[in-house]
């Protein structure tokens, strides 16, 4: 593998391909010098969209890709048909060792499918789950799983804290960091099945920082630094979060532009707002590592644009060169060990 850190792009993939996908590429190589970017997807239609920037060549490569996977495709049926497609091709170049990451916006099940099937689980882990990172009053939090898995088991979700934790500390520099498990209610007598039965695993757990449960509301608070739960559950804390978010910066826009007098106090609060509107705008911290598989594969929103295609190319870079699969890797043959 080469000394840089090598991101293969799905180019092709999301609403906004493969314009925005090229613009984020571009802007990471322009930015850091230790990246490259191999482009995947139909070559003719990638030059002809380069041929507007400027842009380190040598840093830069296009694999050709003559199929892509579209959004409503079914996930099994479009890895297993479409080989040929710049999903399947780049999740190739991770398992080959050609690439040290894997970076999409389309269509997440079949990146799910094809992530567990061509790249493949580390030796020990159960489930994969998508790790995303959403801003808090605090910085940032890990919500595990965000969608990849919709039924788990409490095994399940004792792996996904330990790799949350792995992540957490080592990816943001987050020491010690607090793990909760998503509840209906902080009280350890609340809960569904899954979390009654997880809740005393994780107790047990001595090497992460078990604080309890965690009810939805207290998750932007920042209570937490990785948050656990089944991808169904997840999933709905993710997409409320984003939705409120959107909605919330929406209507303080149009009330600041209501009145003469909102307006000139918009004007006075403008720098100030700008800075911690941007605090929480999730495209700033990257996409969401499928955590445990044998190299890293990101699925970024399907409606990302470059600023967040960007961010999820210097999200690899941190990935690779804190060594995150391989400490893993490691605590999992640690794990096995003592049960053996």
């Known amino acids: 593998m080469s000394d840089y850190t090598v991101v293969a792009l799905d180019a092709m993939g999301g609403d906004n391909a493969p314009g925005e996908m090229i613009k984020g590429?571009?802007?990471?190589?322009?930015?850091?010098?230790?990246?490259?970017?191999?482009?995947?997807?139909?070559?003719?239609?990638?030059?002809?969209?380069?041929?507007?920037?400027?842009y380190p060549a040598d840093r830069l490569e296009i694999k050709n890709a003559t199929e892509v996977i579209e959004t409503a495709e079914h996930p099994v049926m479009a890895i297993k048909k479409k080989k040929d497609s710049s999903m399947v091709i780049g999740l190739h170049l991770v398992k080959a060792g050609e690439a040290d990451a894997f970076v999409s916006a389309g269509n997440s099940g079949a990146l799910l499918v094809g992530g567990l099937g061509i790249v493949g689980r580390i030796r020990g882990i159960e489930r994969a789950p998508f790790g995303a990172l959403i801003p808090t009053k605090n910085g940032v939090c890990l919500l595990a799983d965000s969608g990849a898995n919709v039924d788990c088991r409490s095994s399940h979700l004792v792996q996904f804290a330990k790799m949350g934790s792995i992540y957490m500390e080592k990816a943001i520099g987050i020491k010690n960091p607090k793990v909760a498990i998503v509840n209906n209610g902080a009280e350890e007598e609340k809960g569904n099945a899954l979390v009654k039965e997880t809740m005393p695993l994780l107790k047990e757990c001595t090497d992460i920082n078990f604080i309890g449960g965690i009810e939805s509301r207290a998750i932007p608070a920042g209570e937490a630094d990785v948050v656990i739960c089944d991808g169904f559950v997840g999933n709905a804390i993710l997409k409320t979060f984003e939705g409120v978010a959107t909605t919330l910066i929406d209507v303080i826009k149009e009330g600041l532009m209501?009145?003469?007098?909102?307006?000139?106090?918009?004007?006075?609060?403008?720098?100030?707002?700008?800075t911690t509107l941007k605090a929480f705008d999730?495209?700033?911290?990257?996409?969401?590592?499928?955590?445990?598989?044998?190299?890293?594969?990101?699925?970024?929103?399907?409606?990302?644009?470059?600023?967040?295609?960007?961010?999820?190319?210097?999200?690899?870079?941190?990935?690779?060169?804190?060594?995150i699969n391989e400490l893993i890797r490691d605590n999992l043959i640690i794990e096995k060990k003592k049960e053996d």
Do not use: M, W
Request: aromatic share 4%; net charge positive; hydrophobic share 40%.
């Open 282 to 323: 999730s495209s700033n911290y990257g996409g969401a590592p499928l955590l445990g598989l044998n190299g890293l594969v990101v699925k970024t929103h399907g409606s990302a644009k470059a600023n967040e295609v960007k961010n999820t190319i210097f999200q690899c870079v941190t990935f690779k060169e804190q060594n």
């Open 258 to 274: 209501s009145t003469t007098r909102s307006k000139i106090g918009a004007a006075l609060a403008l720098p100030s707002l700008k």
């Open 25 to 54: 590429a571009v802007d990471a190589l322009n930015l850091n010098k230790e990246v490259k970017v191999i482009l995947v997807g139909k070559e003719d239609v990638l030059k002809k969209e380069l041929s507007s920037y400027n």
